[in-house]
């Protein structure tokens, strides 16, 4: 798959160069995430397409590749989740509403929203991995009727440490069947407790033609994997997100590496059948 | 070859001349510091007249000739990537606002100089067009990249003697270059006469030989040159078979073999220094200390480093082994799939470099001859591993498989 | 030197079966050895086999980039490895790699399902037991699970 032709290079401006974005809107999601909204200083949308990602900085902390979690149909606004691990994603998240981040992207291939239509649709999200799904689930919503069955399985470590809860019961009011797992809560939790694959049993739809679009942690992706081949589904079908270091996002500092392809330029979203091969190598 | 040319030793230096008269800067071999590397050039003097090199695993030395070849040793630990690819580029410099917005970025001034290349070797050439490939090639271009060899002057060699640990042949590489350079040379030394044999492979190349001295080239020089293009192709120093290598190295990932190297490998990344292709970077922010410019780094980086492939929680690649194999598979398999060839030209400089004398050839050689097609996948326990004896029981058939 | 009836005789999940069915188990088997460090089994390989822990341990393991391998359990004396070769679709859930140089008893997993087959008594009896070891481990797994020993709430 290859990403997009999108307009990215502006003129006079080298690929590594970044463009300023200001922090217009912020909210904190977790007690170590934040969703930052941004707007171009210099007008310049950034036009993306689900799944794609941008290289994001905040002064000189550093750059750090972070899928878009926004709206594809709202350009005029762009949305990172972010979560703070490091000196990087610490100073993006410590920016406040009038400071300035530098933005480079969009970069990687995009959720399959087209070559999915007529399908039931399953969207496997793990912790933090919800929000490079969120722009696909927008889409897919937003035109509903294109699609067959759509659900949304989401696993979370604990019920505070779930995205977007608001947007969550929206979702399933537009058309989607939301079930939600947590691996450990007390009792004012009233939701599913267990693993997200344990889900898998409870979604109703036609396994055997559905799609999958998967992002979380990798150990997390094989086991869905295995579980929805269980349930039928192809691995043609099956799409994933994938995180490896990525450090200039033009497919040339080789960091990247997953196999013979560059997760920046032939990622972040494959079709699992391209990769169960290489997955299967231990430090590949 | 097509029609070609003579030049005398005595007039090699009018060459240089042109050149220099046309702005260009010439970069060529020059000894320093116990080996021939590539450095400025101002007259053939600068050259490592009557030097060779004598190469193997892991040595590398220099030793006088008994005559006053201007190119008579084969490729040093310098590549012409410095020029393609430096080692440290500023991408930009930026002042750093209040709000953290940042103005005034600017790029540096493309204002590399025009190079000409003297010297370069058929495996060079290869790995000048590899690496051009990866830095112009896709859908992400920097223009700074492009910039500086647009204008390249190629004044190719071609090799007088294999080196020690070259296998060109193997590669398809060389060691005759038949295009990609302006113009190339064969250098002929003869009881009573030194001279080169003169291709040109251009208009500008073209150009500049008719400010030189020479004549059209006769039958016995040109067979003159055809003999020692033929003499350098027999001595080559290693052997790769590369039939389906890339198939047979991504069925053997789980090879005992790399276990086997990684006992010996430093990862101190010598190979990726020296290798003409090697091309990965690491990208560096650096702020001033009050915090109020930051500059863009990118330098040369090697996959070999634990850090390359850290991801949140740690490197995908820890073990030594994993990041050998990384490198050699990266070099001559998953390649092709990222850029449609290999990327081995077979210069051998990885093998002469490492300090521990880890040969790719004889690693490639070994899980081919122990490839494990056929095998059930990976690590399952076959008999190899788990070993069955069956003790005691009668008549128990079938122990595990 | 035990007889591989013996062996299996004595291991705690194959208590109390008659010999006849000891004897049907054992034609299914042989001894084998492994050395620390090497892996038993991988995930996602075909699992065609289990084993029975003579002498030795076994870790139970999940590979993750960047983190690396991670220990879910470890296994020892007379305890069984492997459950996969019981269902479908008959592949390795997890990694096992011997921490220790280990003498085990294989067994060949569709020897034993047809054995099973034929003979249903015997396959109720083996079900039962294996159950009972998978019962003792998953709630063993769910008291893990509650990280006891961690502190409330600490972020990842």
């Given at each position: 798959?290859?990403?997009?032709?999108?307009?990215?290079?502006?003129?006079?401006?080298?690929?590594?160069?970044?463009?300023?974005?200001?922090?217009?809107?912020?909210?904190?999601?977790t007690v170590d995430t934040w969703t930052l909204e941004l707007e171009p200083r210099s007008g310049e949308l950034?036009?993306?397409?689900?799944?794609?990602?941008?290289?994001?900085?905040?002064?000189?902390?550093?750059?750090?590749?972070?899928?878009?979690?926004?709206?594809?149909?709202?350009?005029?606004?762009?949305?990172?989740?972010?979560?703070?691990?490091?000196?990087?994603?610490?100073?993006?998240?410590?920016?406040?509403?009038?400071?300035?981040?530098?933005?480079?992207?969009?970069?990687?291939?995009?959720?399959?929203?087209?070559?999915?239509?007529?399908?039931?649709?399953?969207?496997?999200?793990?912790?933090?991995?919800?929000?490079?799904?969120?722009?696909?689930?927008?889409?897919?919503?937003?035109?509903?009727?294109?699609?067959?069955?759509?659900?949304?399985?989401?696993?979370?470590?604990?019920?505070?440490?779930?995205?977007?809860?608001?947007?969550?019961?929206?979702?399933?009011?537009?058309?989607?069947?939301?079930?939600?797992?947590?691996?450990?809560?007390?009792?004012?939790?009233?939701?599913?407790?267990?693993?997200?694959?344990?889900?898998?049993?409870?979604?109703?739809?036609?396994?055997?033609?559905?799609?999958?679009?998967?992002?979380?942690?990798?150990?997390?992706?094989?086991?869905?994997?295995?579980?929805?081949?269980?349930?039928?589904?192809?691995?043609?079908?099956?799409?994933?997100?994938?995180?490896?270091?990525?450090?200039?996002?033009?497919?040339?500092?080789?960091?990247?590496?997953?196999?013979?392809?560059?997760?920046?330029?032939?990622?972040?979203?494959?079709?699992?059948?391209?990769?169960?091969?290489?997955?299967?190598?231990?430090?590949? | 070859?097509?029609?070609?040319?003579?030049?005398?030793?005595?007039?090699?230096?009018?060459?240089?001349?042109?050149?220099?008269?046309?702005?260009?800067?010439?970069?060529?071999?020059?000894?320093?510091?116990?080996?021939?590397?590539?450095?400025?050039?101002?007259?053939?003097?600068?050259?490592?007249?009557?030097?060779?090199?004598?190469?193997?695993?892991?040595?590398?030395?220099?030793?006088?000739?008994?005559?006053?070849?201007?190119?008579?040793?084969?490729?040093?630990?310098?590549?012409?990537?410095?020029?393609?690819?430096?080692?440290?580029?500023?991408?930009?410099?930026?002042?750093?606002?209040?709000?953290?917005?940042?103005?005034?970025?600017?790029?540096?001034?493309?204002?590399?100089?025009?190079?000409?290349?003297?010297?370069?070797?058929?495996?060079?050439?290869?790995?000048?067009?590899?690496?051009?490939?990866?830095?112009?090639?896709?859908?992400?271009?920097?223009?700074?990249?492009?910039?500086?060899?647009?204008?390249?002057?190629?004044?190719?060699?071609?090799?007088?003697?294999?080196?020690?640990?070259?296998?060109?042949?193997?590669?398809?590489?060389?060691?005759?270059?038949?295009?990609?350079?302006?113009?190339?040379?064969?250098?002929?030394?003869?009881?009573?006469?030194?001279?080169?044999?003169?291709?040109?492979?251009?208009?500008?190349?073209?150009?500049?030989?008719?400010?030189?001295?020479?004549?059209?080239?006769?039958?016995?020089?040109?067979?003159?040159?055809?003999?020692?293009?033929?003499?350098t192709a027999s001595q080559m120093g290693r052997e790769l078979d590369v039939t389906e290598i890339k198939e047979?190295?991504?069925?053997?990932?789980?090879?005992?073999?790399?276990?086997?190297?990684?006992?010996?490998?430093?990862?101190?990344?010598?190979?990726?220094?020296?290798?003409?292709?090697?091309?990965?970077?690491?990208?560096?922010?650096?702020?001033?200390?009050?915090?109020?410019?930051?500059?863009?780094?990118?330098?040369?980086?090697?996959?070999?480093?634990?850090?390359?492939?850290?991801?949140?929680?740690?490197?995908?690649?820890?073990?030594?082994?994993?990041?050998?194999?990384?490198?050699?598979?990266?070099?001559?398999?998953?390649?092709?799939?990222?850029?449609?060839?290999?990327?081995?030209?077979?210069?051998?400089?990885?093998?002469?470099?490492?300090?521990?004398?880890?040969?790719?050839?004889?690693?490639?050689?070994?899980?081919?001859?122990?490839?494990?097609?056929?095998?059930?996948?990976?690590?399952?326990?076959?008999?190899?591993?788990?070993?069955?004896?069956?003790?005691?029981?009668?008549?128990?058939?079938?122990?595990?498989? | 030197?035990?007889?591989?009836?013996?062996?299996?005789?004595?291991?705690?999940?194959?208590?109390?079966?008659?010999?006849?069915?000891?004897?049907?188990?054992?034609?299914?088997?042989?001894?084998?050895?492994?050395?620390?460090?090497?892996?038993?089994?991988?995930?996602?390989?075909?699992?065609?086999?289990?084993?029975?822990?003579?002498?030795?341990?076994?870790?139970?393991?999940?590979?993750?980039?960047?983190?690396?391998?991670?220990?879910?359990?470890?296994?020892?004396?007379?305890?069984?490895?492997?459950?996969?070769?019981?269902?479908?679709?008959?592949?390795?859930?997890?990694?096992?790699?011997?921490?220790?140089?280990?003498?085990?008893?294989?067994?060949?997993?569709?020897?034993?399902?047809?054995?099973?087959?034929?003979?249903?008594?015997?396959?109720?009896?083996?079900?039962?037991?294996?159950?009972?070891?998978?019962?003792?481990?998953?709630?063993?797994?769910?008291?893990?699970?509650?990280?006891?020993?961690?502190?409330?709430?600490?972020?990842a």
């Amino acid at each position: 798959m290859h990403a997009p032709q999108l307009e990215l290079s502006r003129p006079g401006r080298g690929p590594m160069v970044p463009a300023p974005f200001e922090v217009v809107a912020k909210r904190r999601d977790t007690v170590d995430t934040w969703t930052l909204e941004l707007e171009p200083r210099s007008g310049e949308l950034l036009r993306f397409a689900p799944g794609q990602f941008t290289m994001l900085s905040a002064g000189g902390a550093g750059e750090v590749p972070i899928s878009i979690s926004g709206d594809p149909g709202r350009p005029e606004r762009l949305v990172h989740t972010v979560r703070a691990v490091g000196l990087a994603t610490r100073a993006i998240c410590d920016a406040d509403p009038g400071r300035v981040l530098g933005v480079r992207g969009p970069f990687g291939t995009p959720w399959p929203v087209e070559e999915v239509r007529g399908l039931d649709v399953v969207v496997a999200a793990g912790g933090i991995g919800l929000a490079p799904l969120r722009p696909a689930l927008i889409e897919l919503l937003s035109r509903r009727g294109e699609y067959g069955r759509l659900v949304l399985l989401y696993g979370g470590r604990a019920p505070d440490q779930l995205l977007y809860g608001d947007q969550l019961r929206d979702w399933a009011e537009r058309g989607f069947e939301v079930l939600v797992t947590v691996d450990g809560a007390g009792p004012e939790w009233l939701g599913h407790v267990g693993v997200v694959t344990r889900l898998v049993k409870r979604a109703e739809l036609d396994w055997t033609t559905a799609a999958a679009m998967l992002c979380g942690p990798e150990v997390m992706l094989r086991f869905m994997v295995t579980a929805l081949l269980d349930q039928g589904v192809s691995s043609g079908r099956i799409y994933a997100s994938m995180e490896r270091n990525m450090q200039c996002g033009i497919g040339h500092c080789g960091h990247c590496q997953l196999g013979p392809t560059l997760v920046c330029r032939d990622g972040p979203v494959y079709r699992w059948s391209e990769l169960e091969r290489w997955l299967a190598i231990r430090e590949l | 070859m097509s029609a070609a040319h003579v030049v005398e030793r005595i007039d090699f230096d009018a060459l240089l001349d042109a050149l220099a008269r046309r702005g260009y800067t010439i970069v060529g071999p020059t000894v320093r510091d116990q080996a021939i590397v590539y450095d400025e050039i101002a007259s053939s003097m600068d050259l490592p007249v009557g030097w060779t090199d004598e190469q193997e695993a892991g040595q590398y030395r220099l030793r006088r000739r008994d005559d006053e070849a201007l190119f008579g040793y084969a490729v040093g630990p310098h590549s012409w990537k410095q020029y393609q690819l430096p080692a440290e580029v500023k991408l930009w410099r930026a002042r750093v606002d209040q709000d953290g917005a940042l103005s005034d970025v600017t790029e540096p001034a493309r204002d590399t100089p025009r190079y000409a290349f003297l010297g370069a070797r058929s495996c060079e050439l290869h790995a000048i067009g590899i690496l051009d490939r990866v830095l112009l090639g896709g859908s992400h271009t920097d223009p700074a990249d492009s910039a500086r060899t647009q204008d390249l002057f190629i004044v190719a060699v071609q090799c007088g003697e294999a080196g020690g640990t070259c296998f060109c042949v193997s590669m398809k590489t060389g060691p005759v270059a038949e295009r990609g350079f302006d113009l190339a040379l064969t250098e002929v030394l003869e009881e009573r006469r030194h001279y080169f044999v003169v291709e040109v492979g251009s208009e500008r190349g073209a150009d500049v030989l008719a400010e030189v001295p020479h004549t059209q080239a006769h039958g016995s020089e040109r067979d003159a040159a055809g003999a020692v293009h033929a003499r350098t192709a027999s001595q080559m120093g290693r052997e790769l078979d590369v039939t389906e290598i890339k198939e047979l190295l991504y069925r053997n990932l789980d090879h005992p073999q790399w276990e086997e190297v990684a006992e010996r490998c430093l990862t101190c990344g010598n190979c990726t220094m020296v290798c003409p292709t090697c091309f990965c970077t690491t990208v560096e922010d650096v702020t001033d200390l009050a915090g109020d410019h930051v500059e863009r780094h990118q330098r040369w980086d090697s996959c070999f480093t634990v850090d390359y492939s850290g991801i949140h929680g740690g490197a995908v690649r820890g073990s030594a082994k994993s990041r050998y194999r990384q490198w050699m598979t990266h070099k001559l398999a998953t390649w092709h799939d990222q850029f449609g060839s290999s990327g081995c030209v077979g210069c051998g400089r990885c093998i002469t470099w490492c300090p521990v004398g880890i040969d790719l050839t004889a690693e490639a050689a070994m899980i081919r001859a122990s490839d494990r097609e056929g095998t059930s996948a990976p690590g399952s326990g076959s008999p190899s591993m788990i070993r069955a004896s069956d003790s005691g029981a009668p008549g128990a058939p079938g122990g595990p498989k | 030197m035990k007889g591989l009836e013996d062996l299996i005789a004595d291991a705690s999940v194959f208590a109390g079966l008659e010999p006849r069915r000891l004897a049907l188990i054992a034609g299914c088997a042989g001894n084998a050895h492994i050395r620390a460090g090497t892996m038993l089994f991988q995930e996602g390989q075909p699992a065609d086999r289990f084993f029975l822990i003579r002498h030795g341990a076994i870790a139970l393991e999940v590979h993750s980039p960047g983190t690396g391998s991670h220990v879910i359990e470890t296994l020892g004396e007379g305890e069984v490895v492997g459950w996969s070769w019981l269902f479908k679709p008959y592949r390795w859930q997890f990694d096992a790699r011997a921490i220790q140089p280990a003498r085990l008893v294989a067994f060949d997993g569709a020897c034993l399902r047809a054995k099973c087959d034929a003979d249903h008594e015997l396959g109720y009896q083996l079900m039962q037991r294996f159950a009972s070891a998978m019962l003792e481990r998953l709630q063993a797994t769910r008291l893990q699970l509650l990280d006891i020993y961690g502190d409330a709430r600490t972020p990842a």
